[in-house]
């Protein structure tokens, strides 16, 4: 059952008098429950409460941490089909969407408890001592990698499970041995608050620290404002825009003690076609984007935002197609008329620079909060030359840059703003030409792929979501599979300790 209330560690409260409701995005309607909005006490609390719990959890055995991740994935999958419609109700995705995400959210949830089984993820280093070395004896120094303390993730409006209140971020944080506390997506808090339930029984059933957990309701930013400028949270995860992801970024800066945000902003994820690849299956290539575009109604943050080729007719044969194709396809319901709103805006924001042709738009009847897909094109000169253009259009919307040539392409690249991918669809006539056209975009982006589509992020060790400034606030992490476990902690040293002060990983 849906209270609206917070959890505050393991109790409900709503001390507040903001109430707030989602909206069911398919129905054009608001759903019923109200949400009580966090006091700046109720705030204090869920803080307080997780930095007692950190000396606690943080030394808590990687093997009752993994029974904990294990549990909230059975509790999770316990709430089965109330999970599904409550998602379904605040997002106006479809069901085999909310089963998708829920299955990633719980793999995520078992591919962290496995990996703190062991303390290997630790990465424990032992330099013995050398007492006899000469000029200087050698001390026994031994290091390995420990938790930051309490951590606020910020709940993703697109992804309310994967990247939300149990998604990577909670996730590998716990397993970190970190708390949480969750600042609930205000878009989709019946979600979140149902899930917060699975997280709190699961602490309760394996023997967790009342705080190891908190969930918390806001509509606006001043509550999350406070949470980061909490002196006892040590971290931040969030995923959504530029403009929020570097508001949060901004605050963290401003506290007595700094605090590292790893943020995972905007994208428009660049595509480069070949020539060859043009002429060889321009019919193919167009399919499989269009499909990508419009995929999840364009809302992810891999989405195929800007093609990259050099003007001639294939290029232009190609990007006829791929508008027709995109524009056949049924306009999709967005997550919320926020969003739908601010997807009209933007693109329309672009459509209105002099240089930006429209080539195909969906024409059919388009009920409330559903997207038209859109395809535009300009050229290179046009692209480099004004920097509107370069902005993300959260939705099914992709703009095609038409470049004068190789050269004008590689500059293109090399102007883009940081992106957490690439993609190159090129022949293999094409490898002996690609070593600069590779440096160029690795140096832009976090992850290239070949001859696929960005759209879709596997869970795994050599998974890297994220990439240079705005794509992530730090590009040296992952906020994707194990490695994004390195987010929430720090290295740390012990020198010449007695052996039976040391942890055993270090022992």
């Known amino acids: 059952m849906i209270t609206g209330k917070n959890y505050i560690g393991a109790s409900e409260s709503a001390e507040g008098t903001i109430v707030f409701k989602t909206f069911n995005p398919k129905q054009n309607q608001e759903n019923a429950t109200s949400f009580v909005e966090a006091t700046e006490k109720e705030i204090d609390s869920a803080v307080e409460l997780a930095a007692e719990a950190f000396p606690v959890y943080s030394n808590i055995s990687g093997e009752k941490r993994a029974q904990f991740l294990n549990a909230i994935a059975e509790e999770i999958m316990a709430l089965d089909q109330t999970l599904v419609e409550t998602y379904m109700n605040e997002t106006g995705l479809p069901e085999g969407r909310a089963k998708g995400e829920r299955g990633r959210t719980v793999g995520q949830l078992k591919m962290f408890a496995d990996l703190v089984k062991t303390d290997n993820w630790r990465q424990p280093t032992i330099d013995e001592a050398e007492p006899d070395r000469t000029p200087m004896p050698k001390s026994d120094i031994r290091q390995a990698l420990i938790p930051l303390g309490p951590v606020v993730v910020f709940g993703a409006s697109n992804f309310p499970l994967a990247y939300s209140t149990a998604g990577g971020d909670t996730a590998s944080a716990l397993a970190a041995g970190c708390p949480v506390i969750v600042k609930s997506h205000p878009m989709h808090a019946g979600t979140g608050a149902l899930v917060a339930s699975a997280i709190v029984k699961a602490a309760k059933d394996t023997g967790m620290p009342a705080g190891v957990f ?221 070593d600069a056209l590779i440096s160029r975009l690795q140096n832009r982006v976090g992850r290239i792929i070949f001859n696929g589509v960005p759209t879709g992020v596997e869970v795994c060790d050599a998974m890297t979501h994220g990439g240079p400034y705005p794509a992530s606030t730090d590009s040296r992490y992952t906020a994707v599979g194990n490695n994004s476990i390195k987010r929430w902690v720090r290295p740390f040293s012990y020198q010449d300790f007695p052996e039976a002060l040391l942890p055993a990983y270090l022992k």
């Open 214 to 434: 908190s969930n918390i309701n806001s509509s606006g930013i001043e509550v999350g404002k406070q949470l980061v400028m909490h002196p006892k949270v040590k971290a931040v995860g969030f995923t959504g825009s530029i403009r929020g992801g570097r508001a949060l970024y901004d605050v963290a800066a401003t506290r007595k003690e700094p605090i590292p945000v790893f943020a995972e902003m905007g994208s428009i994820n660049p595509v480069i076609i070949t020539n060859s690849a043009l002429k060889n299956r321009a019919e193919s290539i167009a399919s499989t984007y269009a499909g990508s575009i419009t995929l999840g109604t364009g809302q992810f943050c891999t989405n195929p935002g800007l093609i990259l080729a050099v003007a001639g007719p294939e290029l232009s044969n190609f990007i006829q197609d791929l508008g027709t194709k995109t524009a056949a396809i049924d306009a999709q319901c967005m997550l919320h008329p926020n969003i739908q709103q601010a997807f009209n805006t933007n693109g329309a924001e672009v459509i209105e620079q002099s240089e930006t042709e429209v080539v195909a738009s969906f024409q059919g009847d388009v009920p409330a909060n559903f997207a038209e897909a859109k395809i535009v094109t300009v050229s290179g000169t046009s692209f480099l030359n004004n920097t509107k253009l370069h902005q993300e259009v959260f939705g099914p919307f992709s703009m095609v840059v038409q470049c004068e040539d190789e050269a004008e392409l590689l500059e293109v690249i090399s102007n883009l703003e940081g992106q957490l991918t690439g993609t190159i669809i090129a022949e293999e006539s094409d490898y002996h030409s690609m």
